[in-house]
């Protein structure tokens, strides 16, 4: 058991796994995209030259692009953006940090999830490279309150709770 306030081991950038609708679409080994931005205006008053405030005007969230080596769940998630097209629904997905042992550090549920791309892999005789699948995920916004940190996670309860709070990205 650690000391109170002693960091443990941290979400490492290449632990992290991706559901759609509770469909497991395997584990990836690249995210990009995990953002929101807020448009933002200053606030000038009357008789002022500098800006007093500033009048937040909405949020926009970046697309999320998934990239990993193809492997034995490649087929579902070609299943699963092929099926899209029969059933263009909006869904929800969860992308989960995990440790280096595989414990979940904590999750971003996105909601109004749809795919925007799918790229297989080039395949040349002429070299070694590792055959990569990409995946990209246009959607409306985290889930209310932006990330569920787990109970058990590697950062300390008091460190999950201010991550999550100081994230608060999900718009009802």
Known sequence: MSAPGQMKDPAVSYRFAVEVDGLDLGAYTECRG???????????EGGSLAPTGHLLKGVSYADVTLVRPLDESSGKVAAWFSGFADNPKPTS??????????TTICAWDLQGVVPKQWSGPGFSAKGTDVALESLTLAHTGFAPGGLSPSASAGA???ASAAFSASAGFGVS
Do not use: K, N, Q
């Open 156 to 158: 300390g309860a008091g």
């Open 93 to 102: 997905a969860r992308i989960t940090a995990m440790d280096p042992g595989g």
């Open 34 to 44: 995990l953002a929101a931005t807020y448009s933002v205006d200053a606030v000038v």
